[in-house]
């Protein structure tokens, strides 16, 4: 682990921080090849759009790349975290006129997850946590993270590898710590990311790669039953990549389209 | 300020702590008086409850007032404030098996509120943002708060001192950082925290005491025309004690009823 605070060496931060006090803050995981941050267009580009909603100074581009790359020197392969908070401040819910955000950059050498789980397909359950509705949070890759703490805390089994999450509608929103993609055809339908959930880097990414495979990806409300009707479901995140989902609580999904196949060689060709 | 981190002195913590990662992790805030904590076995009953929703080993009792008394030596007036987390965990949601929780205590001199917002009452606003319904983690004081900090960014005018908060129902939960109390006769109600709002120690003691004054205190579902309605409205919380509402947005509210300040003066009489 190497980290820097503010720039400066260190793996400490203030017990005043507002990040620790109401998770008044934003993060990203970002996954490292070859010392670089692998997608780093994309990935500044929803921690700015982040920070801007909730009012967070947007730190510059290319020292957040800077540090990055300088924690990352020599890393075949590793992840990188970005945590950015409001900073410490006074007692009190109110954000002070004159606060210092904290930026936290730090880089961990890591060998990926197995592999057959991005050719074979991962087994996934449906989580009982559901999410609540709240517009003026949803999307945002923000600190208060304890409902997807509640969801992944259901299950130890290591044959499950992602849990399904629900909003308190019963739509689909997202996977534990992915998006869910679900194909028919040529068309892909995501869930609609305006009450709940994170939107990831990736999920952007495959809005425009998609398009260029000649699928029509669109956003979508997505009943449970749905998925079991698709062609295909994947999901995405930084570090999995694209990981077809083989099993829903045991049912087999089938494995017979290409689209998850075609998306992932796209994304390996990336940067 | 002084502070206890795990029983040693410190200010500061891993930025790999759980609380900052996912707030993943419970608060209280205490008055201070005389060196002791007011009201202590009251809050420790709550720290205790949220502690076990959460599944976070519950922290012994004695040790935490012990801890309490120790920084708070020779202090007329403050504020301690408890910070409980899931400790240093690796990656990922999933609570650690072998975590260690981080226990914060520390204690600040504090002045107390201007002494006429107790006596004349406080002007309030009605906020925008909205209360998520999450039953899982309604009535817990959590460090997942951007709710409130959201909520307390819509005005910055001095002369309001509260502002008070609907869930996505369009009932009325609690003000940004107190709980909230309509009298009408003999009768009070204050809002049910089953699908959002934080439980204040001093809800709980104002359940058994307000009885012992002859009234009879409910929880209610309540609407936002019935604060208008009441014959007063009060707030509570560990700091302010309990204050009357003396205006919302402006209108006047009715100042007669002598609930609110038989209740402080109940208060005012516990240790």
Redesign the interface.
């Known amino acids: 682990?190497a980290?820097l605070?503010n720039g400066q060496p260190?793996?400490?931060?203030?017990?005043?921080?507002?990040?620790?006090?109401?998770?008044?803050g934003i993060?990203r995981?970002i996954e490292i090849r070859q010392g670089q941050p692998r997608l780093w267009a994309w990935q500044y580009r929803r921690l700015a759009a982040d920070a801007a909603r909730?009012?967070l100074p947007v730190p510059n581009d290319a020292l957040l790349l800077a540090e990055i790359c300088q924690l990352a020197t020599g890393l075949e392969q590793g992840?990188a975290?970005i945590?950015l908070?409001r900073g410490v401040g006074a007692?009190?819910?109110?954000?002070p006129a004159d606060s210092q955000p904290t930026r936290?950059v730090?880089v961990?050498p890591w060998a990926g997850y197995p592999a057959e789980r991005a050719r074979d397909g991962v087994n996934v359950r449906w989580c009982e946590?559901?999410l609540?509705?709240?517009p003026?949070?949803a999307g945002i890759k923000?600190?208060?993270?304890?409902?997807?703490?509640?969801?992944?805390?259901e299950w130890?089994d290591p044959a499950i590898h992602e849990g399904l999450m629900l909003d308190?509608r019963g739509l689909l929103v997202e996977a534990?710590?992915s998006n869910v993609y679900l194909v028919t055809g040529q068309q892909i339908i995501t869930p609609k990311l305006d009450q709940?959930g994170v939107q990831g880097m990736l999920r952007d990414w495959l809005f425009v790669h998609a398009a260029q495979l000649g699928y029509q990806m669109e956003e979508a409300e997505i009943a449970p039953a749905q998925l079991q009707a698709a062609d295909a479901v994947f999901l995405s995140n930084s570090l999995i990549g694209l990981w077809p989902v083989a099993s829903i609580d045991g049912q087999p999904l089938p494995q017979a389209h290409p689209c998850c196949a075609q998306l992932q060689a796209l994304l390996a060709a990336e940067a």
Chains 1, 2 share one sequence.
């Open positions: 682990m980290m605070i260190g793996e400490q931060i203030s017990a005043l921080d507002r990040g620790l006090a109401y998770g008044d993060y995981t909730l009012k992840v975290k945590v908070t007692r009190g819910y109110a954000m936290m730090s961990t946590t559901r609540a509705s709240q003026l949070l923000h600190l208060n993270r304890l409902e997807n703490v509640l969801a992944r805390s130890t308190t534990t710590m709940s």
